[in-house]
């Protein structure tokens, strides 16, 4: 829901791919990462240490990145350009999979809110171009 209104927002038509929903935080979804310390640190520092678990008891860091490599290797060979609204952990799951990173390397990406990750393929390889804020395009019209 989430993205499909920055979708919006943005003046994009959106088609939802369940392979770019959030991850699954099973009983911490809707908290805050604070709230998290505050009732499970141990648990919430058990799963920053080893991603592969799920003591939430949703889904683990590497079930996103599956899904995520799998509708980025679906998409690699289409032509032009597209946009994909998601969440921070299906776009850090991105960029671990385009770098070829160590499943740590998850918790190293910081994903700013409303930000642009660009990512482009020849249809061969997958390749990180940039990340940063929303800039407005130049070439744009301005009216």
């Given at each position: 829901?989430?993205?499909r209104?920055?979708?919006?927002?943005?003046?994009?038509?959106?088609?939802?791919?369940?392979r770019?929903?959030?991850?699954?935080?099973?009983?911490?979804?809707g908290?805050?990462?604070?709230?998290?310390?505050?009732?499970?640190?141990?648990?919430?520092?058990?799963w920053?240490?080893?991603p592969?678990?799920?003591?939430?008891?949703?889904e683990?860091?590497?079930?996103?990145?599956?899904?995520?490599?799998?509708?980025m290797?679906?998409?690699?060979g289409?032509?032009?350009?597209?946009?994909?609204?998601?969440?921070p952990?299906?776009?850090?799951?991105?960029?671990?999979?385009?770098?070829?990173?160590q499943?740590p390397?998850?918790?190293?990406?910081?994903?700013l809110?409303?930000s642009?990750?660009?990512?482009?393929?020849?249809?061969?390889?997958?390749?990180?171009?940039?990340?940063?804020?929303?800039?407005?395009?130049?070439?744009?019209?301005?009216?």
């Amino acid at each position: 829901m989430r993205a499909r209104e920055t979708a919006e927002a943005l003046g994009l038509t959106a088609e939802v791919d369940d392979r770019l929903r959030d991850c699954d935080f099973g009983r911490w979804s809707g908290l805050r990462f604070q709230q998290v310390l505050l009732r499970e640190p141990r648990k919430l520092v058990s799963w920053i240490r080893k991603p592969e678990s799920a003591p939430h008891g949703g889904e683990t860091i590497p079930t996103v990145l599956k899904r995520v490599a799998a509708w980025m290797s679906e998409r690699g060979g289409e032509q032009g350009h597209m946009v994909a609204v998601t969440h921070p952990a299906v776009i850090r799951a991105a960029i671990v999979h385009v770098i070829q990173a160590q499943l740590p390397s998850f918790w190293r990406i910081d994903v700013l809110p409303l930000s642009q990750t660009d990512l482009r393929t020849n249809g061969r390889r997958w390749v990180l171009r940039s990340m940063g804020p929303i800039v407005a395009d130049p070439d744009a019209d301005s009216n």
